[in-house]
């Protein structure tokens, strides 16, 4: 079981033998006795009390340098388990950056355990950060902070598809908070970056035109993983939200920072131990590299019989078959990747709504109690976008305290049963119970609005207003008394049912409440 794994490049004074020191410094401290750089070359594998073992390999003919080694110490507090510490090391030409890897393992050799496991972060990373010059773009090396002077380098850092690591955007919080964000960070070194920023700032990104937007939420944190780079990536599919509290009855249980590790550990390691050197890795390098010289050889003998052809050609024969097999268990790992990623990315949808709808306080907030309806809703997020009539059932399920829909409104989504933008109209739709209702009841419409963009208009045309079929259409039934629409949310401006929507509601200040009077086409429209 990969437990945590880190990526750094180093630039240490004295080359890779530096780093080397630095390792066995900390093996010295874990073994309780002396153990050099000298005797771990010599020894290769060494054997200690109570079944320790320190394994090591290298490979320093000719570029790239491999280096690996391995540090097994059984539990003593669950005898059935083994910690397993690699570190690997790449040095790509002499005195180039040294690529460095860390990955902490968890054997397991029988199911007779007892003991939990937290997210544990390998000792030895504090010795390599501390002593061998980290290079700068290391993940988490430094404390990123999102504000008006540093948005545009987020942005970008957030928008490079040549990004390997995942980042964190993580609100500040309240001093009770369970998460403090530097400790977070140290923890996360080698794994990801820690982006701190304050919630006031999501009024002034504007939503048509910053891609922050839509990421940044003052109640969770948000996981952006690496991208792909297919045409199926975005930002929405790479990204993860963790909520930071949880209400449950009367109760607010706090997200802890362990719990943070954990989540983002349990997608990003195996990208990570992908590019790990491992001893494997450098003991299948040592084997092409002989093989290939034991070929040169016999190619090079003076009296070069029909046998010594015979076996050449055999040697040859059979490394274009290991080449060839190579080949095929690299692209085993790229599609073996694509699958994983394309689990996260569900995995995460699924957790997202999931969370949401675990956050809903009273015991018989379950997804068993929520209607076939709902439940055909949750699972079109997995496909091209909820209907509109779905997306009305999903939201009124999730914020049944701050959102009512009239039988108006779902009359019309059934008509836009075809419309094509669904996600686009879920997300101006979410918005709407999210968003905007939290900034409408501190600060009125004409601040709130702004979370829209082009997307909102206050008011219809002086035409449409004075016109008594238009006002007569924008006029709906609520509590029994009529109450007029002019407030509305637009996509697209044809008269079509499958390019254009109009979402018309109002506030109801009494209840606290957003009434939604109409979700399809133009009101005008004659279907």
């Known amino acids: 079981m990969l437990v945590y794994c880190a990526i750094c490049k180093l630039n240490p004074t004295d080359g890779v033998e530096q780093v080397l020191d630095t390792i066995t410094e900390w093996l010295s401290m874990a073994l309780e006795r002396s153990f050099t750089t000298a005797k771990m070359r010599a020894a290769k594998t060494s054997r200690f009390r109570d079944g320790v073992l320190v394994d090591f390999i290298e490979k320093q003919s000719g570029y790239p340098r491999l280096y690996a080694v391995r540090h097994t110490v059984p539990d003593l507090a669950s005898p059935s388990r083994q910690w397993i510490t690699e570190i690997g090391l790449r040095q790509a030409q002499e005195k180039s950056d040294v690529f460095c890897s860390v990955v902490s393992r968890l054997d397991e050799q029988s199911p007779f355990v007892s003991k939990p496991i937290l997210p544990t972060r390998p000792d030895v990373l504090d010795g390599l950060l501390e002593k061998c010059n980290p290079v700068s773009g290391t993940p988490g090396l430094v404390p990123l902070h999102l504000d008006s002077t540093t948005l545009d380098s987020i942005t970008e850092l957030i928008l490079d598809e040549k990004r390997l690591h995942p980042l964190i955007l993580l609100p500040k919080q309240q001093s009770k908070a369970a998460i403090h964000p530097e400790r977070l960070r140290q923890q996360l070194v080698g794994v990801a970056d820690v982006c701190t920023f304050d919630p006031d700032c999501l009024q002034t990104l504007n939503k048509d035109t910053s891609p922050l937007h839509a990421l940044l939420s003052p109640k969770e944190a948000t996981f952006l993983y690496p991208f792909r780079l297919r045409q199926t990536d975005s930002l929405e599919s790479n990204m993860a939200r963790v909520p930071l509290q949880t209400q449950h009855q009367r109760e607010t249980r706090y997200c802890t920072e362990d719990e943070l590790v954990a989540r983002l550990l349990h997608h990003a390691n195996r990208q990570c131990a992908l590019r790990h050197t491992s001893l494997d890795t450098i003991k299948t390098s040592l084997f092409r590299h002989e093989f290939t010289q034991r070929i040169n050889q016999m190619k090079a003998l003076e009296a070069n019989t029909q046998e010594t052809k015979e076996y050449a ?18 692209k085993l790992q790229h599609d073996l990747e694509n699958v994983v990623d394309e689990n996260r990315q569900l995995q995460s949808k699924y957790d997202n709504m ?23 809703a949750f699972e079109s997020l997995f496909a091209e976008g909820p209907t509109l009539e779905q997306s009305l059932v999903l939201l009124s ?43 409408l009841q501190s600060k009125g419409d004409a601040e709130a609005r702004k979370v829209f963009g082009n997307a909102y208009s206050a008011r219809e045309s002086k035409t449409v207003e004075s016109n008594p079929r238009s006002r007569e259409l924008h006029t709906f039934h609520y509590k029994g008394v009529p ?19 109009r979402i018309y509601f109002e506030w109801d200040p009494q209840d606290s409440k957003i009434i939604i009077g109409h979700c399809g086409p133009h009101l005008e429209h004659p279907c």
Request: glycine fraction near 2%.
């Open 397 to 439: 399920t999730i914020y049944p305290d701050r959102i009512v829909i009239l039988d108006t409104a779902m009359a019309s989504a059934k008509k836009s049963q075809r419309f094509k933008y669904r996600q686009k109209a879920f997300d101006l739709l979410r918005t709407l119970v999210t968003d905007y209702y939290q900034v």
């Open 354 to 376: 999931r969370l949401i709808v675990e956050n809903k306080s009273g015991p018989s907030n379950t997804t068993d109690s929520y209607a076939p309806e709902f439940c055909q």
């Open 313 to 330: 050609a055999l040697f040859e024969e059979a490394d274009r078959e290991l080449t060839t097999k190579e080949r095929q268990v690299i």
């Open 483 to 501: 109450m007029v629409m002019l407030k509305h949310l637009k996509i697209g401006v044809k008269d079509s049912i499958y390019e254009t929507v």
